[in-house]
């Protein structure tokens, strides 16, 4: 049974497919444009893989979505693209099945299943790129709520004042994402010019401020040790509440670990009960660029287990290891 990905980002969108030995491999990269071009570009694609009788598809696709239905409704970053029936355009072209997946959940079962939470029963997935969302595994299951929408940590309020993000002042989202930390950045410089460092194409950029910070620049170096604080307090809820083994970040984290995570390290110390904190490892993302792609294999592979099951070595359990592309 042939197994692809179809991960729908908005500026990029990729397909991929799993291989015999249960790796995966991302075969075409697409400019996002418009919902009908795209998706033709899309299914262009699919068709020179040769998908044969009955395959199975996992579309990976920031929300809102209508899973149940397999519908695209209007994501911000997929402007025009409104009620798009794309596991209903896919099967209706190549026949087979398909599941829609919102890119949090399926960036979590990623690394889950190929990245740095292999082997994990309790696994938290942070995203940190332009915002903060969440996915949760629990007991060896994805966890999604009663409506759906568990993991959105980025709501959750960390000071009454501070940077705006998930619409709320003073959020984990506004301190702590990619998208807040240049926020957080002009709140602490407050009326002195913007530093031209802290500029990428024009716009003030995480990754613009931290490269100043490795040069030695003072302020941005505060500002990230702020970000590394705020991360820690929102870690410790998250680590006394669902007491997970393993909490892993992806998006700015990786390429920014050694300037969060001294702050970052001291509030969970302050503020974590001892027990579950020991417990707990914190580590980067691995599958860094190519986590869409892997997301999409992995939310197939969940919606479709018989797929999963003939993986080699697996003994039914969903949670394999596999070998990343």
Not at 23 to 31: D, K, L, N, P, Q
Not at 73 to 96: A, K
Not at 179 to 202: F, S, Y
């Amino acid at each position: 049974m042939n197994c692809f990905g179809l991960d729908i980002g908005g500026t990029k969108c990729a397909v991929s497919r799993l291989r015999p030995d249960g790796s995966v491999e991302e075969t075409h990269r697409i400019t996002t444009g418009g919902a009908e071009g795209t998706i033709g570009a899309l299914l262009s694609s699919v068709a020179t893989l040769a998908p044969g009788n009955d395959p199975v598809f996992g579309i990976s696709c920031g929300g809102p979505l209508d899973l149940a239905r397999g519908l695209i409704l209007s994501p911000p970053n997929l402007p025009g693209w409104d009620r798009i029936p794309i596991t209903e355009t896919v099967t209706r072209r190549f026949g087979g099945r398909a599941v829609l997946m919102n890119d949090a959940n399926a960036s979590t079962l990623a690394e889950w299943r190929f990245g740095a939470g292999r082997g994990c029963r309790h696994m938290l997935f942070l995203t940190a790129g332009t915002g903060m969302g969440a996915g949760l595994i629990l007991n060896g299951q994805l966890y999604e709520g009663a409506s759906g929408d568990a993991g959105e940590v980025g709501h959750i309020r960390l000071s009454d004042t501070g940077p705006v993000g998930f619409g709320k002042a003073g959020s984990f989202e506004g301190f702590c994402s990619g998208g807040g930390i240049p926020k957080l950045a002009a709140q602490m410089l407050g009326p002195k010019p913007m530093p031209e460092a802290w500029l990428d194409q024009g716009a003030v950029s995480t990754r613009a401020i931290a490269g100043a910070a490795l040069a030695g620049d003072m302020l941005s170096l505060r500002v990230l040790e702020e970000a590394g604080r705020y991360l820690g307090k929102a870690l410790s809820i998250l680590i006394d509440t669902l007491n997970p083994e393993r909490i892993v970040i992806g998006g700015i984290f990786p390429r920014c670990q050694a300037l969060l995570e001294p702050a970052m390290r001291a509030e969970l110390e302050h503020e974590a009960l001892p027990t579950p904190l020991a417990s707990c490892r914190i580590a980067p993302a691995e599958l860094g660029e190519t986590i869409g792609s892997h997301g999409a294999i992995s939310a197939a592979l969940h919606a479709f287990p018989i797929v999963a099951r003939s993986l080699p070595g697996c003994n039914g359990n969903d949670n394999q290891p596999a070998a990343a592309a």
